[in-house]
């Protein structure tokens, strides 16, 4: 259209034309920068779009590949009873008979052994994968994750204890090679022996926060189960994770609840009790070696354990943790006052001295009691007072209850 009318409109003059081209290439260019920015914005529009494509095709792969997911045929779980040298293997499921089966080819043949527990096309009971054997629920709990806050300083009097804990259980995990130099297998186990109250599971709290090992603890009566043959399992998967998690330390406390003499006249319940008990002893020297993996064992009650389980090569240090001095009262006062806000007038050495015979726990309840003792009283700071009276509240109420109960530590 502009060329028809650049043709039937001529100018006259040739400035005028030169005036009217100027003119008409000026619109041109406007308009072509009108239209180069139109086009930058198309294209930037069609990026977007694009982009837009892609993201909605993955989440279209996605949701297809979770519809599959979803649809998939559950698979039986079973267990291999025997590879067949034409690369077949025997299984068995719940479902009764075991079964001649082909495996999957994403299944590498090395997984595929005697005992080893797999999933089953539910149609043709074939292979589809090896799953990790399981553990019970008791036994994956026992691992500790989360660190307890006790540090080394948190406990009062017993430096040699701690120095003899750490040489038996973590310098063999640590530093194996001083063992290898000497040419002695390093210790398996210690055995914490004293009253109750003394500090043996605050020490192997400690050794759990401070230690670079894995720690594993599990508490004897949680071994002590309904049927028989389930403690004995649980001990070995507790000491097949303590394996697999190398190096580790086991920790258990409460070992009497287990660990009871054998005797003779036995209730069936004793009797699959001394089974787990077995079951312990086998895993302390038996055909697995124990590796990188070491024992802490917790008792109040060293007087009915088992010679078994204290002959040498199981537990082999034993550990004892005395009722503390004054010297060690002094130092669990400390520790326990050192949140207190205490009046001037407290004197630590006067009240480790009153509370003659006290235990760590005795201290720890002292302490509390004074605090609860203060607050009755509408005070926020305690006083020498309170502590005295907490004493001899805290002492002789033990005493008491020791009279009627008899003595416990022999
Ligand atoms: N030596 C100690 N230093 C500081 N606190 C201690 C000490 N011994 C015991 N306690 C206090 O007493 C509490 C109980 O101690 P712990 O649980 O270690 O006793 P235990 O020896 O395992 O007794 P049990 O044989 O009855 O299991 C601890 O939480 C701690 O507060
Ligand atoms: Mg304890």
């Not at 055909?287 to 010679?307: H, M, Q, S, W, Y």
């Amino acid at each position: 259209m502009g060329c028809t009318k650049l043709e039937t409109e001529q100018p006259e003059q040739p400035s005028q034309l030169y005036e009217e081209i100027q003119r008409r290439l000026s619109v041109l260019e406007e308009r072509n920068l009108e239209l180069v920015e139109e086009a930058r914005r198309v294209e930037g529009e069609k990026r977007f779009v694009e982009g837009e494509l892609i993201r909605l095709q993955k989440e279209l792969k996605r949701l297809k590949a979770e519809l599959e997911r979803l649809k998939a045929p559950p698979l039986i779980i079973g267990q291999i009873k025997d590879v067949l040298a034409d690369g077949r293997v025997v299984v068995k499921s719940s479902t009764g008979p075991d079964f001649v089966v082909n495996t999957s080819d994403y299944v590498s043949p090395e997984l595929l052994e005697a005992g080893a527990r797999v999933a089953l096309n539910k149609q043709t009971l074939a292979v589809m994968g090896v799953l990790p054997p399981s553990l019970d629920p008791i036994v994956i709990g026992a691992e500790i994750i989360e660190k307890p806050e006790t540090m080394y300083d948190d406990i009062g009097g017993l430096q040699e204890q701690i120095v003899e804990i750490r040489e038996a259980v973590e310098d063999p995990l640590l530093r194996p090679e001083l063992y290898k130099r000497v040419g002695i297998d390093p210790p398996k186990g210690v055995l914490l022996v004293g009253p109750p109250g003394t500090g043996k599971t605050l020490l192997a709290k400690a050794v759990a926060k401070q230690t670079n090992a894995t720690f594993i603890r599990f508490v004897g009566s949680e071994l002590v189960q309904k049927y028989i043959g389930e403690g004995a399992r649980l001990v070995r998967e507790l000491f097949d994770l303590a394996r697999q998690k190398a190096p580790s330390i086991v920790f258990i406390d409460e070992l009497d609840s287990v660990g009871a003499k054998r005797l003779e006249l036995a209730t069936s319940g004793d009797r699959e009790v001394q089974r787990t008990l077995m079951q312990i002893l086998a895993e302390l020297d038996g055909f697995n070696p124990l590796g990188d993996v070491k024992i802490i064992g917790a008792t109040n009650r060293p007087d009915i354990l088992d010679e078994a389980l204290l002959r040498p090569g199981r537990f082999d240090r034993i550990i004892e943790i005395p009722i503390p001095s004054f010297d060690a009262r002094v130092e669990i006062f400390r520790i326990h006052t050192r949140r207190m806000n205490l009046d001037e007038s407290a004197n630590i050495d006067e009240l480790a001295s009153k509370a003659d015979g006290a235990t760590g726990a005795d201290i720890k309840a002292i302490c509390t009691e004074a605090g609860m003792f203060a607050i009755r009283d509408g005070r926020d700071v305690v006083a020498m007072s309170d502590l005295e009276r907490a004493i001899s509240k805290v002492l002789d109420d033990g005493d008491q209850k020791a009279l009627e109960s008899g003595p416990m530590f022999a």
